[in-house]
T-cell receptor, first 111, second 113 residues
Framework: RKEVEQDPGPFNVPEGATVAFNCTYSNSASQSFFWYRQDCRKEPKLLMSVYSSGNEDGRFTAQLNRASQYISLLIRDSKLSDSATYLCVVNVNTGGFKTIFGAGTRLFVKA | DTEVTQTPKHLVMGMTNKKSLKCEQHMGHRAMYWYKQKAKKPPELMFVYSYEKLSINESVPSRFSPECPNSSLLNLHLHALQPEDSALYLC????????????FGSGTRLTVV
């Protein structure tokens, strides 16, 4: 079983739709959680950190469920520019910190 | 300055060449990283430097040799690479090697011929 698992998609949605991605992690020593966005042939960019209390940044809402070991990302009112790969990233405390990337979920937003 | 700068952006090298990738940040970050990313795959960690000391080497072949001359600079020296080493090489930095998110550079797209 992979340490961080995501549905690879692709998710094809129309503009204005709401779309949600989930990510599960297996290591209970996971301590911090992030969503990154990566455009084709570009570097990953930090989208948002994820907290147990949930956090929102404009149209994006991230949630962490430690009991079930999953994190989610909700995008409301999708824009064409949201088309990208969304990477779930987990930091695990193994004595030192190890950062584990999920394989990414591809999103295509169409007009 | 909130950027990580990588040079060169593109590099084509032969299997007998020696080349170096460079990475620079001036955000005062004390952890710096090299990642390798193949097409349609997530980034794979290669090396972690924390406070200018190599703290993680993810069993990377010796044909890749990292160097951290100071807290702002990170190099990756390449020698006798194989075609399968062709990939996007990403440098990243973070405030420290604990719980903070990364800032990535735009990467060096390496082709080994």
């Amino acid at each position: 079983r992979k340490e961080v698992e995501q549905d690879p998609g692709p998710f094809n949605v129309p503009e204005g739709a709401t779309v949600a991605f989930n990510c599960t992690y297996s290591n209970s020593a996971s301590q911090s959680f992030f969503w990154y966005r990566q455009d084709c042939r570009k570097e990953p960019k930090l989208l948002m950190s994820v907290y147990s209390s949930g956090n929102e940044d404009g149209r994006f809402t991230a949630q962490l469920n430690r009991a079930s070991q999953y994190i989610s990302l909700l995008i409301r009112d999708s824009k064409l520019s949201d088309s990208a790969t969304y990477l779930c990233v987990v930091n695990v405390n193994t004595g030192g910190f190890k950062t584990i990337f999920g394989a990414g979920t591809r999103l295509f937003v169409k007009a | 300055d909130t950027e990580v700068t990588q040079t060169p952006k593109h590099l084509v090298m032969g299997m007998t060449n020696k080349k170096s990738l460079k990475c620079e940040q001036h955000m005062g970050h004390r952890a710096m990283y090299w990642y390798k990313q193949k097409a349609k795959k997530p980034p794979e960690l290669m090396f972690v430097y924390s406070y200018e000391k190599l703290s993680i080497n993810e069993s990377v072949p010796s044909r890749f040799s990292p160097e951290c001359p100071n807290s702002s600079l990170l190099n990756l020296h390449l020698h006798a690479l194989q075609p399968e080493d062709s990939a996007l090489y990403l440098c990243a930095s973070s405030q420290d090697a604990t719980v903070k998110g990364y800032t990535f550079g735009s990467g060096t797209r390496l082709t080994v011929v």
